[in-house]
């Protein structure tokens, strides 16, 4: 993607001066380099002061933001003449912090300026970034260094699942919604999870074991709404520690991207006595993409879990067996259907989980976030209480913040 951010100058009414997005993958050993390109949009030659210095603040991981001033080009006058019609590129560059790990947020300061996001490489490989970075510097007009960016910023850089939080670090996991519905009792439900990325590698691509190993903790409940003083019915409680990577680089003709996790999980409700619930397990999940990532694409994504422990719901296999498969449709900019998929090891014991989403900003304007939620489950054991307990379906309705 190629995106401009436009600003007006004091000393020319009619110039304005614009951000090139930098690559999405930087060389650690390469400064980071921004761009400004100031432009003479009147009929007339324009003189525009130049600053020789231009500050940002950069995010990295879980850190608080960190101010960093880059220099201009030396061969670039305090002062530039431009004729009608006429730009001029002016770079600013300076030295990668030491402490500058994974994927970078970089906030201008002074100017309004959206924030821009860049994944810094530490690693060998690092060739095809430099490569990059010569072609946008080469070209000759505004159109040429629009197409050489997003060039530039077409590189395989690994992200995460969904939304990237405190620059590649903390994200969100499992899908984050409240929705409420009724069929018998007025039965809301919500969902909270994030996980943590233990160790950000030098190499965004690294596969290593411990560059990859992430803590995730995820918390559902169901609150009866229509009970005297609308208790909670049960909560779960899902703490994990697993190996996780989106993209495992693995290619086939069958499919467009291969990811996988593996760890251990444990899961309960916190309570004692006969309505105790706890089972540890633990699991791989491989996870197949189809299609055009940025359009409408199908991903199919088994969890395989072995019961590790089990007290209170010895039984459990019975009614949850031991996959859980997930499949999901749809776009990332528009709606998706997600459906899991249970089926108990005796009889025909099981269920089935849907959830329809589609981004609020396509319905009442861009400024909203999150999603309408609509959920359908039916089945054994929508919450681990009543594992082995068989309810009336229920459709709810409400809103989400990550699917």
Not at 6 to 17: D, W
Not at 56 to 72: E, I
Not at 284 to 290: G, L, Q, S
Not at 314 to 323: A, L, M, P, Q, T
């Amino acid at each position: 993607m190629f995106l401009v951010f436009g600003l007006s100058t004091g000393t020319a009414a009619h110039a304005t001066v614009a951000m090139l997005q930098p690559a999405r993958e930087a060389a650690a050993t390469q400064p980071l380099e921004l761009t400004l390109l100031y432009t003479d949009d009147d009929k007339k030659p324009l003189t525009v002061d130049v600053p020789k210095q231009l500050s940002v603040r950069l995010t990295n991981g879980d850190l608080p933001p960190a101010p960093l001033v880059l220099a201009r080009d030396p061969k670039t006058p305090d002062r530039l003449r431009l004729a009608p019609g006429q730009y001029r590129r002016v770079r600013y560059s300076a030295p990668w912090p030491d402490s500058a790990r994974g994927t970078i947020k970089i906030d201008p300061v002074g100017f309004d300026a959206s924030p821009m996001l860049v994944t810094l490489n530490r690693g060998e490989d690092q060739m095809q970034v430099v490569a990059a970075e010569k072609r946008e510097t080469q070209a000759a007009t505004p159109t040429q260094l629009a197409s050489a960016a997003a060039v530039a910023n077409t590189s395989d850089v690994p992200t995460t699942t969904t939304d990237t939080m405190l620059s590649g670090r903390f994200s969100t996991f499992e899908p984050i919604y409240f929705a409420d519905g009724r069929n018998g009792d007025n039965l809301a439900k919500f969902q909270f999870s994030f996980k943590y990325r233990l160790h950000l590698p030098d190499d965004p691509r690294s596969r290593g074991f411990l560059d990859n190993l992430y803590f995730a903790y995820t918390q559902t409940s169901i609150w009866n709404l229509s009970a005297p003083s609308a208790p909670f019915r049960d909560t779960s409680y899902q703490p994990q520690l697993f190996y996780y990577v989106q993209d495992t680089g693995w290619k086939s003709p069958l499919f467009t991207r291969m990811g996988v996790a593996a760890g251990i999980g444990h899961e309960s409700n916190g309570r004692s006595g006969p309505e105790s619930r706890a089972i540890n397990i633990a699991f791989v999940r491989p996870t197949w993409d189809f299609g055009d990532l940025n359009s409408n694409h199908l991903t199919l994504s088994p969890k395989f879990y072995y019961y590790l422990s089990k007290s209170g719901n010895e039984d459990i296999e019975d009614y949850r067996g031991y996959v859980d498969f997930l499949v999901k449709y749809g776009s990332p900019d528009s709606w998706q259907l997600a459906t899991t998929l249970r089926k108990g090891t005796k009889h025909w014991y099981g269920s089935v989980e849907s959830q329809l989403t589609y981004p609020l900003a396509k319905l009442i304007g861009s400024a909203w976030g999150g999603y309408l939620f609509a959920s359908y489950f039916n089945g054994y054991g929508e919450d681990i209480l009543d594992y082995n307990q068989r309810h009336h379906w229920i459709a709810r309705i409400g809103y989400s913040i990550a699917r």
